[in-house]
């Protein structure tokens, strides 16, 4: 599959999963594609105490760990209500030190002046990142 549309399908899902768990409202969804062709969608936990909420592609993260995919690819998107338009957010510096896990080259999805769905290697939002002190070798651990 061609990554413009994976990407795509991303989006769809991702509109997809918050007109339906959020039909009014504010809403947000997580998507990630792993190597293995798979889809995996998550929210954020909504509380009462805001520093006990965790991004919103985190569960979608989860689960491709758990089922021991490699993540080729994450988006989060967002709304403000019903009728406003949807936004990409790019992933947090958390979330890409979590991304990382999967290696410099997950493409993630970014916050653009248009508007438009662009996706980005990790490393090159990150091309200081703290991993460049180490030998390749001592930080690899991802194996398909």
Known sequence: MRCYEI????????????????PVGWGGAGVVHTSKGNYYTSVCIETANASATVCIELGAMLEAHKYNEKVTHCMCLIRDDESAPYRVLTPCGICQERLRYWGEDVQVAVTTEEETIKFVELKELQPYHWTKAYPADELEHWEE
């Open 7 to 22: 990407e795509n399908e991303m989006y769809r899902r991702a509109v997809e999963l918050i007109e339906q768990r959020y």
